[in-house]
């Protein structure tokens, strides 16, 4: 069972900044990777950036150099600090994570209900 909860959305401007900010709560063994994923109107989810327990990163092309993702494991949460913001970047960003429990060996993946991301021109 986890929650996760996401704060930090809005409207900016182009060339803006926003800093996103997710935290999981709940009964789990531990949480490995925790990420970003994106949805604009009319198109797939799309990932925009992970980031492992061990501080490991991944980012899409799209958003490199201008976002960052960080975790801090002992409040069991993850950010997205996002700079120099573009009107593509408009979308529902929605934070993931992947879940390990003290019973089972499956790995459960989880969402949270996403934040509005809109960037004005």
């Known amino acids: 069972q986890v929650q996760l909860v996401e704060s930090g959305g809005g409207l900016v401007q182009a060339g803006g900044s926003l800093r996103l900010s997710c935290a999981a709560s709940?009964?789990?063994?531990?949480?490995?990777?925790m990420g970003w994923h994106r949805q604009a109107p009319g198109k797939q989810r799309e990932l925009v950036a992970t980031?492992?327990?061990?501080?490991?990163?991944n980012y899409a092309d799209s958003v490199k150099g201008r976002f960052t993702i960080s975790r801090d494991n002992a409040k069991n949460t993850v950010y997205l600090q996002m700079n120099s913001l573009k009107p593509e970047d408009t979308a529902v960003y929605y934070c993931?994570?992947?879940?390990?429990?003290?019973?089972?060996?499956?790995?459960?993946?989880?969402w949270g209900q996403g934040t509005q991301v809109t960037v004005s021109s």
């Open positions: 980031i492992t327990s061990g501080g490991s990163t």
């Open positions: 709940g009964t789990f063994f531990s949480i490995n990777v």
């Open positions: 993931a994570a992947d879940a390990k429990f003290y019973s089972g060996s499956a790995t459960v993946h989880y």
